[in-house]
């Protein structure tokens, strides 16, 4: 009977169809909740620096697709090779964001969990244009940035881009890294700080400064964002956003 049941959670059926469903729930989600950018002009900021390396923590990143607001806005997201992989994957490439398979981890299952691929990929999409998300932290140590991002940076000349995407209504997870489920009918921020340059001769002390710089900028930009919405970040305490001179302006949906 064991075997039964884990041959059918396998099945190629059972991913994609829970891969479609994903994707549609999150579909409802974006549209039902109303957006606000921190800066308001984000898009007319980053646009020129476009590809870039889009990160996010884990647990945070459900929502993240949409920040693809416009056509031209070519992007892959890195998705484990994990068999919970595969229903992500499928959502992802529904919401329009191809996939790159692999581990973003750097130490010693970097081989093994396909690193080494994933990692070429990623900088030659990077070079043909495409915008390339993943998260900063690796399993298991939430919200502690690794150094992947910042070497797929040095190596491929692009910017690193944190960003926070959140919602005001949501279900948080007891795992290890606090994933939040974001439910429909709410508010929601889109948050990006500043963008992160590695310079193509960095060296060991220099990336260790930009890793923690990431980090760094990552919990800021989801304390801003929760703010906005006006929820608790992940660490479960209360946050507060200074007093805004002018009011967000509204994502379009589409």
Known sequence: MKKLVRDILRSNWLQRAVGVLAAEYLRLVWKTNTFSREPDNIYDLVEPSMPGILVFWHGQHFMTPFIKIKPEYRAKVLISRHRDGEFNAIAAERLGVGTIR?????????????????????????????????????????????????????????????????TSRFIRLNNWD?????????????????????????????????????????????????????????????????????????????
């Open 102 to 166: 692999g581990s973003g981890d750097h130490g010693s299952a970097f081989h093994r969990k396909g690193g080494v691929g994933a990692f070429k990929e990623m900088v030659r999409a990077l070079g043909e244009g495409y915008n390339v998300a993943t998260t900063a932290d690796v399993p298991k140590r939430a919200r502690v940035a690794g150094l992947g991002v910042i070497m797929l940076a040095r190596e491929s000349g692009r910017p690193i881009m944190p960003f926070a995407m959140v």
């Open 178 to 254: 606090r994933t939040t489920i974001n439910l429909p009918f709410g508010r929601g921020a889109l948050v990006g700080i500043k963008e992160i340059h590695v310079p193509s001769d960095a060296d060991a002390a220099t990336m260790e400064r930009l890793r923690q710089e990431v980090e760094d900028t990552l919990n800021e930009a989801n304390r801003v964002a929760y703010a906005m919405v006006g929820r608790p970040d992940a660490n479960g305490e209360m946050v507060q956003q200074e007093p805004r001179q002018v009011a967000p302006q509204e994502a379009q949906h589409g």
